[in-house]
């Protein structure tokens, strides 16, 4: 009875790998069908090997090589800056009380703003440039990373900082090798959140007005009405982000290494 | 027996009119008319009640009292990490305002910073007061080959046991050389066994170093068996009722706790505590 059970256990194990690895190939088969029966529009609503076709022709014209580029170029650079000055204030206002009422109260106001909502004026200042388009995703990894450094910090073990206290610390160690590194799991936590934060305002940022990047291409396909190179590049884009949550969730593992 | 420096209910200011003994002139510690008062919900609390007391150079010093009479609170005021609300904490004659590396602190739990190696975490406090890397890590190499723990000098702190974890709490802060090592609770949180082991362990430790050491505990037996004096504190507000002097012979270990001169000791520090226990007990239910 014991072994029945358990080989009928090993048994739904092995079939829900076999539905998982069918999974995106039916639902493929399914789309591909469906667009060929003539019950949709292929215009609006292409078959999947349309899709392949047009992306194949993106990569095939260096077009798609150049607006990866552009896209994470704005991705990474608003990224690093947004989080390098999350965790900087974070530490500041999560350590000093004096400078957490200075600035706190200001960030709260500010944080819930959704930072789309900053694209018409951003176009005011920045105008079309890459300066307007790093300010929008900056915007948005900011926030996010100094909230998650700031509550980190609070955190941060009275225990540890009374020994290091002890041992004689100096204020400076104290703050980047104590409190950053007693505040490191919860910064990689607001670090992933801003990851996908990063990719939201990108899709902003390019909708916005640019001259190359991937949404940017969605966006000039979509004038054209090729229906298959937007999905293609929404493919691509949820590809890309993807990647990126996958492979910062490796490196945040590797970050907290005396674990 | 040998004149008290301590009188709880007189500041020690007197203590200059005493006929000067040794100890007094050799105090390290000085803690003179000593309030601390914590703010609660409730009102203002006072944790440690005008309490003076000296401990001599080289001294072992234990402070016993039950949970919440405020002995953590006057060992952290003597760290410098609590303020004194009035009163003062002279260490080598210099009032205590901030914590300073040569007041070295152990605390109930180990507080290891997890990122560090085992060495790292001992040549933390060199490192701390700008000794060159080579020299503290030599420093923390030394400290390792005394607790025994050379095998595990590049483990992570989460690797080891809570008696391991204690053993390099205490290296660490022994680290800097200081004078005066303040111990609070050091083996409350191990079990039983592995406490008599560390108790060993420091007897054998203070032989080799000769840092003054007050230490905290609500353990009668390890207050004896350890120290050249113990203070018995009274709870709410903290007050130091008695000071006993431990004359049993040194080197000791805890074989000692079955000799007669230590269970004369111990009855009377069990009298004391229990007869103070019972007059808090009935001050609260007057109170309430």
């Given amino acids: 009875m014991s072994i029945g059970g358990r080989s009928s256990a090993t048994a739904t194990a092995r079939l829900s790998v076999v539905v998982a690895a069918l999974s995106v190939p039916a639902f493929t088969g399914v789309w591909e069908l469906v667009a060929r029966s003539g019950i949709v529009n292929t215009v609006l609503f292409p078959p999947p090997s349309t899709v392949a076709v047009a992306v194949l022709e993106w990569i095939r014209s260096g077009q798609f090589f150049a607006d990866l580029m552009a896209s994470l170029a704005r991705v990474a650079a608003g990224f690093a800056i947004g989080a390098a000055g999350g965790i900087v204030l974070g530490i500041l206002t999560g350590r000093f009380r004096l400078v957490s009422s200075l600035l706190s109260p200001l960030f709260h106001i500010l944080r819930p703003i959704p930072p789309i909502a900053f694209v018409p004026i951003v176009i005011l200042w920045f105008g079309l440039s890459e300066t307007g388009k790093l300010f929008l995703v900056v915007w948005g990894v900011f926030f996010t990373v100094w909230l998650a450094t700031h509550i980190g910090v609070q955190k941060v073990d009275r225990g540890l900082i009374r020994a290091a206290q002890m041992l004689g610390t100096p204020q400076p160690q104290m703050l980047w090798e104590i409190v950053l590194l007693g505040a490191l799991p919860y910064i990689t936590v607001g670090l992933r959140t801003a990851v996908s934060i990063s990719f939201y305002t990108l899709v902003a940022a390019e909708l916005a007005g640019a001259f190359a990047g991937i949404v940017y291409r969605i966006e000039i396909a979509q004038q054209n009405m090729q229906t298959g190179q937007v999905m293609g590049g929404l493919a691509a884009l949820g590809l890309l982000s993807f990647v990126a949550d996958r492979s910062f969730a490796i490196l945040a593992e590797r970050a907290v290494w005396w674990r | ?288």
């Fill in chain 2, 1 to 288: 027996m040998t004149p008290s420096l301590l009188r709880p209910d007189q500041p020690l200011r007197l203590v200059d009119t005493y006929p000067p003994s040794a100890a007094a002139r050799q105090a390290i510690i000085r803690v003179e008319d000593l309030s601390i008062v914590f703010d609660a919900p409730s009102g203002q609390v006072i944790a440690v009640d005008r309490v003076s007391l000296a401990v001599a150079q080289g001294e072992f010093v234990s402070i016993v009292g039950p949970s919440g009479c405020g002995k953590s609170t006057l060992l952290n005021a003597m760290a410098g990490l609590e303020r004194p609300f009035e009163g003062q904490v002279l260490m080598a004659g210099e009032a205590m305002r901030a914590p300073r590396p040569e007041i070295g602190m152990v605390f109930q739990q180990p507080h290891l910073f997890p990122w560090k190696s085992v060495r790292r975490n001992i040549a933390h406090g060199p490192r701390a007061l700008g000794k060159p890397k080579a020299e503290a890590l030599r420093i923390a190499d030394g400290l390792i080959e005394m607790i025994g723990l050379t095998r595990f000098a590049s483990a992570y702190p989460h690797t080891l046991s809570g008696g391991m974890q204690q053993r390099v709490a205490i290296a660490r802060a022994l680290a800097n050389q200081p004078s005066v090592l303040l111990m609070d609770e050091p083996f409350g949180a191990l079990d039983a066994q592995t406490r008599a082991v560390m108790q060993d362990n420091l007897l054998e430790l203070r032989e080799r170093i000769n840092a003054t050491i007050v230490f905290v505990t609500h353990d009668i037996d390890e207050a004896i068996l350890l120290s050249d004096r113990v203070l018995i504190m009274s709870a709410g507000p903290g007050r130091i009722l008695k000071d006993l002097q431990v004359s049993l012979p040194r080197p000791r270990s805890s074989a000692i706790v079955a000799e007669a001169a230590y269970l004369a000791l111990k009855r009377d520090c069990l009298d004391l505590i229990r007869s103070e226990g019972r007059r808090a007990f009935e001050q609260m239910e007057i109170k309430t």
